[in-house]
Structures are given as C-alpha cells and as structure tokens.
Nanobody
Framework: QVQLVESGGGSVQPGGSLRLSCEAS????????MGWHRQAPGKRRELVAG???????NYATSVKGRFSISKDNAKTAVYLEMNSLKPEDTAVYYC??????????WGQGTQVTVSS
C-alpha cells in the first residue's frame, strides 16, 4: 500500500520561507504526477503546484514566482519551496500522487501558518 509521508510545515512570519517534502514510502513509480494542494478554513481545496515524472510543472497564479516545485524520481518524492509567504498562504497543504493508469494517493496534510 502506498503511503505518502509529508513534512516541513510550520509557522512563519510574512515574507518568510518554508520547504515541504512528500515521499511515497517504499515504492518508486516511473509515470506519475505529483503535486501540492491546499485548503484554508471555509474554502475549497485548490491546486498549488504540480510536476510530472517528465518534469513539466504548473502553478496556481497566486504562487507563481514565489513557490517552486521539484522532484526526486529515485524516491518518488516531491518538494515545495515556498518563499515570500503571505498570510493568505495559510492552509493545510496536502500532497497528491497520481499514478498514470493507477490510483490517486493523498498525504495526511501539513499545516502552514503565516502570521506576524
């Protein structure tokens, strides 16, 4: 069974940085899409950034230029570097692994709080 292990959330002041990590435990996939979604209280879950196994990336307009997604194919892992954080970035961030021709898998979520 695939498990996604997330880490790196926390509290930071506006303008600060955080790095989120997500690794699929014990399994390496060759054809997939991995990404980060977030959900703030009272709001719908939304895509933040995604990356394919081939390296194609996409970002929500609100985070372009501030966030950067990267991957490690050797581990089926994805990382989200978040810079210039704003209070509106506060949310629970979820990792999603979409295996092409297979199942989708969600992480347990990690809290990111941006506040002065």
């Amino acid at each position: 069974q695939v498990q996604l292990v997330e880490s790196g959330g926390g509290s930071v002041q506006p303008g600060g940085s955080l790095r989120l990590s997500c690794e699929a435990s014990g399994i390496i996939f060759s054809n997939y899409v991995m990404g980060w979604h977030r959900q703030a209280p009272g709001k719908r879950r939304e895509l933040v950034a995604g990356i394919t196994s081939g390296g194609f990336t996409n970002y929500a307009t609100s985070v372009k230029g501030r966030f950067s997604i990267s991957k490690d194919n050797a581990k089926t892992a994805v990382y989200l570097e978040m810079n210039s954080l704003k209070p509106e970035d506060t949310a629970v961030y979820y990792c999603l692994l979409e295996v092409v021709g297979g199942d989708d898998h969600w992480g347990q979520g990690t809290q990111v709080t941006v506040s002065s």
